[in-house]
């Protein structure tokens, strides 16, 4: 069993940047490959970023790649997720979850992901 929690969402500006942390507990950190998705009103969960259990590997989608930049700090068991240059369209609520393996396939499929947290909720708006 692994706990995850998310915090560090907010209300930000357009441009502005905000950075996600995601702390896990009861299991091996290193042991999996972690993901972040996000969710916004209306629209189905979508996985935007994944990282490989030693962080060598990274994953964006198109819409936030050059703009977000995943982490991790197995020390600490955390996660993290820096946004920058937010837009509007990145409201969301934002979740991290464990892949099945210390390496993900992409593109990422919430099916391929076993624990989740609760989400942070991300706003975007002047």
């Known amino acids: 069993q692994v706990q995850l929690v998310e915090s560090g969402g907010g209300l930000v500006q357009p441009g502005g940047s905000l950075r996600l942390r995601c702390t896990a507990s009861?299991?091996?950190?290193?042991?999996?490959?972690m993901g972040w998705f996000r969710q916004a009103p209306g629209k189905e969960r979508e996985g935007i970023s994944a990282?490989?259990?030693?962080?060598?590997?990274?994953y964006y989608t198109d819409d936030v790649k050059g703009r977000f930049t995943i982490s991790r700090n197995n020390a600490k068991s955390t996660l993290y997720l820096e946004m920058n240059r937010l837009k509007p369209e990145d409201t969301a609520i934002y979740y991290c979850?464990?892949?099945?393996?210390?390496?993900?396939?992409?593109?990422?499929?919430?099916?391929?992901?076993?624990?989740w947290g609760q989400g942070t909720q991300v706003t975007v708006s002047s």
């Open positions: 979850a464990t892949y099945n393996d210390r390496y993900y396939s992409a593109p990422l499929s919430s099916a391929d992901f076993t624990y």
């Open positions: 990282i490989s259990w030693n962080g060598g590997i990274t």
């Open positions: 009861g299991s091996t950190f290193d042991a999996y490959a």
